[in-house]
């Protein structure tokens, strides 16, 4: 079964760090259970295995984490939902596109009990809404912007790191970087899309649509 874990308040980053290293390798050890860890952290930007030091364009305003999870420069603040996803790969299929997939399906079935409808980009990692009534970009393309971050690591076939949600983040925060490489797209959040809802409404949402991708939990 899955420990589902849920964290008040904003956990320190290092904290988190230790915690999910510690939790893989007793997972990989058959000594604890997967984990899902539901939780919010202060504001602050970490990079990933693909990023490059010219999208860091304001070093100085957070925190900067140097981290081995896969993806480029990413932003962690109160009112994004981050989940950390410890499962087993061994036992589960050792299929890491397939897992990745996994995740984009579990983010895109949470928001469409919002009645959001998330996509899935070549090319543009994470998931994505369309903004029609806003101006199309440069290239004459429908605007999008981004609602969830994934990123991931494994060892030993053990995930950890995972998924960000923006339920209402400070969006301004996120031009300090340019979020995972991509300059023609913006963020967006469950609130800036006028949506009232809240952390537990998506936490709810979340553990149902886990369900129904990964399969049962504790």
């Known amino acids: 079964m899955v420990d589902w874990k849920i964290t008040d308040g904003l956990t320190d980053y290092d904290s988190a760090l230790a915690f999910m290293e510690a939790r893989a ?12 860890w539901l939780l919010e952290h202060p504001p602050l930007y970490t990079a990933g295995t693909s990023a490059k030091p010219e999208d860091l ?18 932003y962690h603040g109160p009112g994004q939902r981050v989940v950390y996803v410890m499962l087993d790969l061994n036992t589960r299929g050792r299929d890491v596109r397939r897992f ?17 409808t998330g ?9 994505w809404v369309e903004r029609p009534e ?28 995972g ?11 996120f031009t300090g970087i340019v979020p995972c490489g991509i300059t ?17 409404d998506l936490d709810v949402a979340l553990k149902r649509s886990f369900e129904q991708v990964f399969g049962e939990i504790e």
């Open 25 to 36: 390798a007793a997972i990989a050890a058959g000594e604890a259970e997967e984990c899902i």
């Open 119 to 127: 996509h899935i980009r070549d090319g543009r990692v994470g998931v």
């Open 57 to 74: 364009t304001d070093p100085d305003r957070f925190p900067v984490y140097e981290v081995r999870r896969g993806g480029q420069y990413t």
């Open 134 to 161: 806003k101006p199309r970009t440069a290239s004459g393309k429908m605007t999008e912007d981004k609602i969830a971050a994934i990123g991931i690591r494994l060892r030993k076939w053990v995930s950890f790191h």
């Open 100 to 116: 990745v997939q996994q995740l984009e399906a579990w983010v895109i079935a949470a928001l469409a009990e919002f009645n959001v």
């Open 163 to 173: 998924i960000s949600i923006n339920v209402d983040p400070e969006l301004e925060h």
């Open 184 to 200: 023609e797209y913006g963020v967006t959040s469950l609130v800036d899309l006028g949506l009232p809802v809240t952390m537990d």
